[in-house]
């Protein structure tokens, strides 16, 4: 007897993690190598999705043994798979190194587009920052063995340089980025908080506020 096994492709498992982690709020996303639009469609339809960055050339680009051929129509293929959220995607036809100042802060970003060690590494630090805090930073290939698996290597010094757990299941790579501390001081007590709800002081009950740096 044959036993079947089928693997399913999509959801990705960042995008299962994140169906969980947001539940449902709405959030903004960018997508580094958005090619033909299946992982974008699969996003939009797993998690509430207020707005899409797709950055992506559809030009050549630096990974051995690919070319142009494939990106041939794969930007109106996204289109026309991507229709039905016309209005809230945004297609930035450069590499990512220069899209960089053409999108906002966002809730969840993946990384997909060169899967060498130093695009994949550069790819991680420079977007960081348009990461909010709490929201996931993950990307695919970290199986790819392109590059002697540059992605698990950039992934893997990315983590340890910043401190941060990384996630890791079948072919997804994810992080949460860290909600930043927040210090306050009431009634001679120092706290330092985690997270954005409103903290009341233990020994008075009032609403603390932020320390400000002078
Ligand atoms: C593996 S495909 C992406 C597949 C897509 N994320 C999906 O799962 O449906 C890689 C894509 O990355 C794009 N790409 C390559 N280098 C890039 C870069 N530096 N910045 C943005 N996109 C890039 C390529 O044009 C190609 O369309």
Request: charged share 35%; with cysteine.
């Amino acid at each position: 007897m044959i036993n079947y096994n089928i693997v399913r492709k999509f959801p990705r498992h960042s995008t299962r993690f994140a169906k969980r982690w947001f539940n449902n709020k709405p959030i903004t996303v960018i997508e580094i190598g958005t090619y033909k639009g299946y992982n974008a469609k699969d996003i939009f339809k797993n998690l509430n999705v207020k707005s899409f960055f797709a950055i992506d050339p559809y030009k050549d680009y630096g990974e051995e043994g690919k070319d142009n051929k494939d990106l041939i129509n794969a930007k109106e293929q996204a289109g026309f798979r991507l229709k039905e959220h016309k209005k809230d995607i945004f297609f930035i036809k450069e590499y990512s190194d220069k899209a960089l100042d053409k999108v906002p802060i966002v809730d969840f970003i993946y990384i997909d587009g060169e899967h060498t060690y130093h695009q994949s590494k550069r790819d991680m630090i420079n977007y960081w920052d348009k990461l909010s805090p709490g929201g996931i930073f993950a990307g695919h290939d970290i199986t790819n063995p392109r590059d002697n698996y540059g992605v698990a290597r950039a992934f893997v010094e990315f983590c340890a340089e910043k401190g941060l757990k990384p996630y890791i299941s079948r072919t997804d790579w994810w992080v949460v980025k860290p909600l930043k501390s927040r210090i306050m001081r009431c009634c001679d007590t120092e706290y330092i908080v985690e997270g954005l709800e409103k903290e009341y002081c233990q020994f008075c009950d009032r609403e603390m506020e932020e320390e400000q740096d002078d």
